[in-house]
């Protein structure tokens, strides 16, 4: 099955600077890839997703990139605010008989100080 | 749109008891359903997906007489922990495929954090 690792654990970062997460997968296959955010006790919420067939992907301050050659995609946070502070998790999705499968890395947690 | 509810939103019971953990898609018909278990601190660990009218096919390691699926409709899919033990504590969330949507987008619900004694 797939298996997707993610870099680094913890990130700190004062207010302003830029965070960068890194995600590797296993599955050639996969050809859908998200990123969520999670505040403590709260639901993953979606911030950006990128398909396959896309390089790179940006929506205000934050951007997605994607090799599928190296497997290997990664979240780009720039101006970064202390409400950027949450876990993020980066997931890597398989069709699988008519639906697809979402396995996720083990989360990093992004702290920005004021 | 797109919205996902639970309930309940927290639940404590004795150990040996069972538990329903409900899941609805309020404002879309849902394709499939899946049922995840996060752990403090953890990521979330795909346990099982559903589809309407049909058996849950659960990931490997996950009992299937332990943790009872069913997919009664488009909007509802409950999660029922049988025979709860401590080690059951957990953080249950589910999420939901937009039938209408060509998209493989999962939409969350807010989560159900159960604790058993």
């Known amino acids: 099955g797939e298996n997707v690792e993610q870099h680094p654990s913890t990130l700190s970062v004062q207010e302003g600077d830029s965070a960068v997460i890194k995600c590797t997968y296993s599955?050639?296959?996969?050809?859908?890839f998200p990123w969520y955010k999670q505040e403590l006790g709260k639901r993953p919420q979606l911030i950006i997703d990128?398909?396959?067939?896309?390089g790179e992907k940006k929506d205000q301050r934050i951007a997605v990139t994607l090799n599928k050659t190296a497997k290997h995609f990664s979240l780009h946070i720039t101006e970064t605010q202390p409400e950027d502070s949450a876990v993020y998790f980066c997931?890597?999705?398989?069709?699988?008989?008519?639906?697809?499968?979402?396995?996720f890395g083990k989360g990093t947690m992004l702290l920005v100080s004021p | 749109g797109a919205v996902v509810s639970q309930h309940p939103s927290w639940v404590i019971c004795k150990s040996g008891t069972s538990v329903k953990i409900e899941c609805r898609s309020l404002?879309?018909?849902?394709?499939?359903m899946f049922w995840y278990r996060q752990f403090p601190k953890q990521s979330l660990m795909l346990m099982a997906t559903?589809?309407?009218?049909?058996?849950?096919?659960?990931e490997q390691g996950v009992e299937k007489d332990k943790f009872l699926i069913n997919h009664a409709s488009l909007t509802l899919s409950t999660l029922t922990v049988t025979s709860a033990h401590p080690e059951d504590s957990s953080f249950y969330i589910c999420?939901?495929?937009?039938?209408?949507?060509?998209?493989?987008?999962?939409?969350f619900g807010p989560g159900t954090r159960l604790t058993v004694l």
């Open positions: 999420s939901a495929n937009n039938r209408a949507e060509i998209t493989d987008t999962q939409y």
């Open positions: 599955d050639s296959a996969s050809n859908y």
């Open positions: 990128i398909r396959s067939n896309v």
């Open positions: 997931a890597a999705s398989i069709m699988n008989s008519g639906y697809s499968t979402l396995t």
């Open positions: 404002d879309f018909q849902a394709t499939t």
């Open positions: 559903s589809n309407e009218g049909s058996k849950a096919t659960y």
